[in-house]
Every structure is written in structure tokens, then in C-alpha cells.
């Protein structure tokens, strides 16, 4: 079965870090795109980090909210995908998932509409106190 599993949520104070792991297994090789999207209660998914995995130069695209303090990356050996999170605020509490899947690819980055993704983690939940 195709599944990715998600680790390394917590709780942490304002401008903390945090670092999420997402492990990939099964027929994951097709998806050309894997990204980080997060869910607050009361509110849309909304994408926060993608990555190209079988674009030549991996481009990465962060969502303005945590650009300049998350961080995506990948280990292809490892099938492990990663989000560097600093500086953290309250307004990042939210239940964070990994995906992966065939989006869009818009000037060469992989497109954060929800819609386009088909494969889901089940979620690390993150909590960021004041």
C-alpha cells in the first residue's frame, strides 16, 4: 500500500524550530512533486512548501507566510522528505501533511492547489505557544 507517514511534530514556544520527516513507501516513484500543506481548525488547506522530485534542478516553492523561515529539502536515497521550520509563529499551529503527487508545474515549481495532489500522510500536529 502507498503511504507516506509524517513525524517530528510538537509543541514550542514562539521562534522556536521544529523539523518534520515524511517517509515515503510503495509506488510513490510516479509522483514528480512532494509538498508540506497544513490545515488549522476552522480553515482551508493551504499549501506551505513544495518540491519538484523528478525535475532536474529540484526547485522548491514556500508559501509567503514561511518564506525566509521554513525550509524544504528531500533525501531521494531515503525516500524522505523534511521541513526545516524556525522562527516559529502561533499563527503556524496547525495540523501539518505530507503529499505527494502529478500538480501542475508552473514555471517549473510544483503547484500548492490542493486539489492537484492525490496522495496524503495522515498529519503531525503542531503547536506554537506565545
Known amino acids: 500500500e502507498v503511504q507516506l507517514v509524517e513525524s517530528g511534530g510538537g509543541s514550542v514556544k514562539a521562534g522556536g524550530s521544529l523539523r518534520l520527516s515524511c517517509v515515503g513507501s510503495?509506488?510513490?516513484?510516479?509522483?514528480?512533486?512532494m509538498g508540506w500543506f497544513r490545515q488549522a481548525p476552522g480553515k482551508e488547506r493551504e499549501g506551505v512548501a513544495t518540491?519538484?522530485?523528478?525535475?532536474?534542478?529540484?526547485?522548491?516553492r514556500l508559501s509567503d507566510s514561511v518564506k525566509g523561515r521554513f525550509t524544504i529539502s528531500k533525501d531521494n536515497a531515503k525516500n524522505t522528505l523534511y521541513l526545516q521550520m524556525n522562527s516559529l509563529k502561533p499563527e503556524d499551529t496547525a495540523m501539518y501533511y505530507c503529499?505527494?503527487?502529478?500538480?501542475?508545474?508552473?514555471?517549473?515549481?510544483?503547484?500548492?492547489?490542493?486539489?492537484?495532489?492525490?496522495?496524503w500522510g495522515q498529519g503531525t500536529q503542531v503547536t506554537v505557544s506565545s
Open positions: 510503495g509506488y510513490t516513484y510516479m509522483n514528480y512533486c
Open positions: 503529499a505527494a503527487g502529478r500538480p501542475t508545474i508552473i514555471g517549473g515549481y510544483c503547484s500548492n492547489n490542493v486539489a492537484e495532489w492525490h496522495l
Open positions: 518540491i519538484a522530485r523528478h525535475y532536474n534542478s529540484s526547485p522548491t
